[in-house]
């Protein structure tokens, strides 16, 4: 046998074995491996891929939780979704990928959901011209939902990017509130809304404690236009007037003459049935009216002969208007005196004074005390008062008289005329009107 047979033969064995080594398996190794993976995802979710490296010619794709939908499987590549998400912890899932016998499980991760917003009270615009802005803090681009109770018809809520825009309707009437519920993904919020009111007029409420009569004039704020462009104003009392023009109006109060204080009202409408306001009107019945005219005034003085008598006095209070003086006519002499409003009553005061002249002598009016004390000289500012009681009845009391006797006391008050040898004398030369237990007038 030649050389060269022999690297023929052996050659041939060679290949012989070869053949009979790849009887059992003649395939190539299969390979299977992710080259690339989208696994992480905030709580909007979105569109995610799988590059895988295989040999072999087709592969699958399972997911394990129905918020992870695969989708096409081909070149290579996984394509899957992930839904939104409104929870508030991480979730996981598994996408499954077969390709023969070899298998590759990949994990995808989902953030939960993340929202901030203040809880804080917030007050709106009572003339419902501009809106208050809530911010916030969201990881889902989901816009938030506002929920308005259907009580608060007045409210409105506009979501905008980042914020909660809340404006209200013009309110005239009451401060109100309520609360809404702003909701995203897990998370409610509840938030307090208030809203004051805005002034249709810049007088409300018309209040004096006097009884003359009265007179204001009333504008309209810049929010009455806008509550209703044809206002108008009326009235069902017949004590109160109303003056009204296109930029305003005029209320008057008669004198009030009944002896009591009254209450009134006035209507703000919308030039209809609507009433938008009520303005109280209240009048105090206190003015000069009430004490002018006669009076009857019982005392111990003297009788028409001239003896100490039970009498009766006559008293009339006027106004000279001419000298601008309210006077008093009492024991034929007319006096001045003054007449006096407090925030709680009224009253004409007779201050001791020189009142006139008989003959050689000067008349002066002192007071004199119950036990019959006589203070001779004049006293500026001391007297006596006639204090509004009602219609009818006038009740006398000490005028700055610190020590002297109360009104109403067994002997009341005296006040006498006597005569002088001047008008500031303080020697008695006699008496000429004595006026004791003074307790009160009544209306002839």
Known sequence: MTIMKKIFYLMLAVVAFAFVGCEDDCEPLAELKIVRSDIGFTADGGSGAITINTTEAKFTATSDKDWIVVGATANNQVSY?????????????????????????????????????SAESVAVDPAGLEAVEIPYDATSSAAPTVEIPTDASWLRATVVEGAIQLIGELNYEAPRAT???????????????????????????????????????????????LAAPAWDVTTTYDWITIEKTAESFTVKLSENLTGKARNGSISLTDGGEKVLRTITVSQGFITPALFMGDWDMPCYGYDASGKAADIVADVTFGYDAEADMYYCELGGFTIPVNYVETDTDAYITLESQAIGRVSAYYIVLTLNSSNGY????????????????????????????PGWPEGGETNGITFGAYSSATPSSSSNLGNWDMFRNLTTLTRK
């Not at 004096?208 to 007179?215: Q, W």
């Not at 004049?378 to 008289?401: D, M, R």
Request: charged share 15%; glycine share 8%; hydrophobic share 40%.
């Open 81 to 117: 979704t992930v839904g939104p998400y409104d929870g508030a912890l991480t979730r996981s899932g598994k996408i499954t990928i077969v390709a023969g016998k070899l298998t590759e499980v990949v994990t995808i991760m989902q953030e939960g959901a993340f929202f901030d917003m």
């Open 179 to 225: 609360t809404i519920v702003v909701k995203q993904a897990w998370k409610p919020v509840e938030i307090p809304v208030t809203q004051g009111t805005v002034n249709l007029v810049t007088v409300e409420n018309i209040q004096t404690s006097k009884g003359a009569a009265y007179e204001v004039t009333i504008t309209p704020t810049e929010y009455l236009p």
């Open 374 to 401: 006589i203070l001779h000289q004049i006293k500026s500012g001391y007297g006596i008062k006639f204090v509004y009681v009602n219609a009818t009845t006038l009740e006398v009391q000490p005028f700055n008289n």
